[in-house]
């Protein structure tokens, strides 16, 4: 019998039947989710369909897709997807997991990789595909009907707040193999990154010219700063420790900082030969086969370092099919104490002025990337430095320090100038990862007014529901630098920042 009693004391009513009590916990759960639905429709400056279309001389003809999905060569993510064994990528987890690790380890390993590179980061750039195909692995494919669905369902949740004409359409599979291009009317594919499952589909630039193009090596032939180049030798650590401090080495396919060493001190030399022996370079040469040797996978590159940093920039841009580059945004980026990506801010009413600026090396990378037959999107992380080597001319300098031939994690924030700038006077915003011990829908009733408001969005989201923990990524708006910090404390104050 469940009882409630109102103001008036001979006011009581009892529900005798499961029917009435049904019927109540749904009212209150219908009550619960009005809450979470009642936020305004997302409207995005513009999309990569949009983009695809620009100077594209078969546009309306051309039915691309876009897959966002990540690779990773430490481990199969899936029982029907394997690691990547011919274009090889070394992530973090590539670079900092043990050669020897417990089951217990490896399956956590695995369950991370499976959730963050086919779910939530596919849907950080399905948000902003637009009205296109985007192709989506499935992380759990032997999991019950309903909860391999489960990872579909989070994304089509979180592209619900995007105005009907902005949404993409969904297609999931266990696997490349499977995609059915001729059945969905795709006629090429857009990956974000080179998955071995992909040979013999048609692309929008060649696979080893793609994973060319996103590889370090590939970066210098921009013009940026030399590097020196040490290919798979018996004296490799012995080399990289005669090289005078500082200095940065990397492997030669990674993003958001992983496989990037930053070589400072004595102390942090020690620690790099430690990881490169026992870890980065057995694994390294292990996966360099007749399939991939010529892809020269186990380069490492050394740069040196560059020093008087006065800015560390994000630039976001799109290269059409004619070669025309077109600017979209200037981020600064936010790196941990490791130096991984973990994020961006952007100061809206300074994007005209930064275009300015930063326009002629954009128009240069383009151009580079053009002679390869490459349109899509880009970004480029440039460190702008005070002048070297006794220059006084003034003008400070621009070093390319990595070149990401793909969707980038600020291509949201990017395009969402509108939504925040324009239409609501929030000048600053702020796009970071985090984990919450909480569902979507309590997340959204924590910051209810901030959500009403547009103040808060949602780009990403999955909710692992075997740890009870959700992983997201947001884009929070604020007036000013100040109360953009106040914005973004108040978020951290219930949630965990994670890196990409």
Same mark, same amino acid.
């Given at each position: 019998?469940?009882?409630?009693?109102?103001?008036?004391p @001979?006011?009581?009513?009892?529900f005798?039947?499961?029917?009435?009590?049904?019927?109540?916990?749904? $009212?209150?759960l +219908?009550?619960?989710?009005?809450?979470?639905?009642?936020?305004?429709?997302?409207?995005?400056?513009?999309?990569?369909?949009?983009?695809?279309?620009?100077?594209?001389?078969?546009?309306g003809?051309?039915?691309?897709?876009?897959l966002?999905?990540?690779?990773?060569?430490?481990?199969?993510?899936?029982?029907?997807l394997?690691?990547?064994?011919?274009?090889?990528y070394?992530d973090?987890?590539?670079?900092?997991?043990?050669?020897?690790?417990?089951?217990?380890?490896?399956e956590? =390993?695995?369950?991370?990789?499976a959730v963050k590179y086919l +779910?939530?980061?596919p849907?950080h !750039?399905?948000?902003?595909a #637009?009205?296109?195909?985007?192709?989506?692995?499935n992380? !759990?494919?032997?999991? $019950?009907?309903?909860?391999s669905?489960?990872?579909r369902?989070?994304?089509?949740?979180?592209?619900?707040? %995007?105005?009907?004409?902005?949404?993409?359409?969904?297609?999931?599979?266990?696997n490349p193999?499977q995609i059915?291009?001729?059945?969905s009317?795709?006629?090429?594919?857009?990956?974000?990154?080179?998955?071995?499952?992909?040979?013999g %589909?048609?692309?929008?630039?060649g696979?080893?010219t793609?994973?060319?193009?996103?590889s370090?090596?590939?970066l210098?032939?921009? #013009? *940026?700063?030399?590097?020196?180049?040490?290919?798979?030798?018996?004296?490799?650590? &012995?080399?990289? $420790?005669?090289?005078?401090l500082?200095f940065?080495?990397?492997?030669?396919?990674?993003?958001a900082?992983?496989?990037?060493?930053?070589?400072?001190?004595?102390?942090?030399?020690?620690?790099?030969?430690?990881?490169l022996s026992?870890?980065?370079?057995?694994?390294?040469? +292990?996966?360099?086969?007749?399939?991939?040797?010529?892809?020269?996978?186990?380069?490492? =590159?050394?740069?040196?370092?560059?020093?008087?940093i006065?800015?560390d920039?994000?630039?976001?841009?799109?290269?059409?099919?004619?070669?025309?580059?077109?600017?979209?945004?200037?981020?600064?980026?936010?790196v941990?104490p490791?130096?991984?990506y973990?994020? &961006?801010?952007? *100061?809206y009413?300074?994007q005209? /002025?930064?275009?300015?600026?930063?326009?002629?090396?954009?128009?240069?990378?383009?151009a580079?990337?053009?002679?390869?037959g490459?349109?899509g999107?880009?970004?480029?992380?440039?460190?702008?430095?005070?002048?070297?080597?006794?220059? &006084?001319?003034?003008?400070?300098?621009?070093?390319?320090?990595?070149?990401?031939?793909?969707?980038?994690g /600020?291509?949201?924030?990017?395009v %969402?100038r509108?939504h925040?700038?324009?239409?609501?006077?929030?000048?600053?915003? +702020?796009?970071?990862?985090?984990s919450?011990?909480?569902t979507?829908? @309590?997340?959204?009733?924590?910051?209810?007014?901030?959500?009403?408001?547009g103040?808060?969005?949602i780009?990403?989201?999955?909710?692992?529901?075997? /740890?009870?923990?959700s992983? #997201?990524?947001?884009?929070i708006?604020a007036?000013?630098?100040e109360?953009?910090?106040?914005?973004?404390?108040r978020?951290k104050?219930?949630?965990?920042?994670?890196?990409?």
């Amino acid at each position: 019998m469940l009882q409630f009693k109102g103001g008036d004391p @001979a006011i009581t009513r009892y529900f005798l039947n499961t029917k009435d009590f049904s019927n109540l916990i749904s $009212s209150v759960l +219908s009550l619960f989710k009005a809450e979470t639905q009642d936020l305004p429709e997302i409207t995005l400056d513009t999309t990569l369909a949009e983009l695809y279309d620009k100077g594209n001389p078969t546009c309306g003809k051309e039915r691309l897709a876009l897959l966002p999905c990540n690779a990773n060569s430490e481990i199969a993510p899936t029982s029907k997807l394997g690691r990547n064994t011919k274009y090889l990528y070394q992530d973090f987890t590539f670079s900092t997991t043990p050669l020897h690790v417990s089951s217990d380890q490896q399956e956590e =390993i695995r369950r991370m990789v499976a959730v963050k590179y086919l +779910s939530l980061l596919p849907q950080h !750039d399905t948000f902003v595909a #637009g009205n296109m195909p985007v192709i989506f692995l499935n992380p !759990d494919p032997d999991a $019950s009907a309903t909860a391999s669905n489960h990872s579909r369902k989070e994304a089509e949740r979180t592209m619900s707040s %995007l105005g009907t004409v902005q949404r993409p359409k969904l297609l999931c599979y266990d696997n490349p193999e499977q995609i059915s291009l001729k059945a969905s009317g795709i006629n090429v594919l857009a990956p974000k990154n080179v998955l071995d499952g992909l040979e013999g %589909l048609p692309m929008v630039v060649g696979l080893e010219t793609h994973y060319f193009l996103k590889s370090k090596a590939a970066l210098y032939c921009t #013009g *940026s700063r030399r590097p020196w180049l040490r290919e798979q030798v018996t004296r490799t650590i &012995s080399q990289i $420790s005669s090289q005078p401090l500082p200095f940065v080495l990397k492997n030669q396919q990674t993003y958001a900082g992983g496989g990037t060493f930053v070589v400072s001190s004595q102390e942090d030399l020690k620690e790099l030969q430690s990881t490169l022996s026992t870890q980065t370079l057995p694994k390294l040469f +292990s996966q360099v086969n007749s399939c991939n040797a010529h892809l020269k996978p186990a380069t490492l =590159i050394m740069s040196e370092m560059i020093t008087n940093i006065i800015g560390d920039w994000g630039l976001t841009f799109f290269v059409t099919r004619a070669g025309e580059c077109i600017f979209l945004a200037l981020t600064q980026q936010m790196v941990d104490p490791k130096k991984a990506y973990i994020g &961006s801010t952007i *100061s809206y009413t300074a994007q005209d /002025s930064l275009k300015e600026r930063f326009t002629p090396i954009m128009r240069k990378i383009g151009a580079w990337l053009s002679s390869y037959g490459y349109y899509g999107p880009c970004g480029a992380d440039i460190l702008e430095s005070v002048p070297q080597h006794g220059q &006084s001319s003034g003008a400070s300098e621009f070093n390319i320090v990595d070149l990401n031939v793909r969707t980038t994690g /600020s291509l949201a924030v990017a395009v %969402l100038r509108g939504h925040f700038s324009e239409q609501r006077g929030l000048h600053e915003a +702020s796009a970071f990862a985090v984990s919450v011990e909480m569902t979507r829908d @309590a997340f959204i009733r924590a910051f209810a007014r901030q959500f009403r408001e547009g103040r808060i969005v949602i780009v990403a989201w999955y909710e692992d529901r075997a /740890s009870g923990v959700s992983y #997201g990524k947001l884009v929070i708006g604020a007036r000013d630098k100040e109360a953009l910090e106040e914005e973004v404390a108040r978020v951290k104050k219930v949630v965990s920042e994670v890196h990409f």
